[in-house]
């Protein structure tokens, strides 16, 4: 059975830093594109950043959301099955439940109906 189970979400004030994490299992992710989205009350789910991984050499490629890009960084874990979110300067709008998501389809990862596994989201709220 696939799992995706994020953590690290809370609370933080404007400017500070969270880092959630997301680790996958019940199948093999190495050659999966592994993403953050994000959904914020009463709207819809948003991409925020996705990776890819080439298999065969420590090369990967990253991908934002212009809202991120520059105070988000994500990552993979070593063993391809986990991934992070680095989050920095947070802005009382980055407060949304934040979902990982997995697809072995390497293209339009901005949209959620790319991905086939989901977590259960984990929430962040930044206090202004």
């Known amino acids: 059975q696939v799992q995706l189970v994020e953590s690290g979400g809370g609370l933080v004030q404007a400017g500070g830093s969270l880092r959630l994490s997301c680790a996958a299992s019940?199948?093999?992710?190495?050659?999966?594109?592994l993403a953050w989205f994000r959904q914020a009350p009463g709207k819809e789910r948003e991409f925020a950043a996705a990776?890819?991984?080439?298999?065969?050499?420590?090369?990967?490629?990253?991908y934002y959301a212009a809202s991120v890009k520059g105070r988000f960084t994500i990552s993979r874990g070593n063993a391809k099955n986990t991934v992070y979110i680095q989050m920095n300067s947070l802005k009382p709008e980055d407060t949304a439940v934040y979902y990982c998501?997995?697809?072995?389809?390497?293209?339009?990862?901005?949209?959620?109906?790319?991905?086939?596994?989901w977590g259960q989201g984990t929430q962040v709220t930044v206090s202004s």
């Open positions: 990776i890819t991984w080439s298999g065969s050499s420590t090369y990967s490629q990253t």
């Open positions: 019940g199948r093999a992710f190495n050659t999966y594109a």
């Open positions: 998501a997995a697809t072995p389809i390497l293209t339009s990862l901005q949209s959620p109906y790319t991905y086939d596994y």
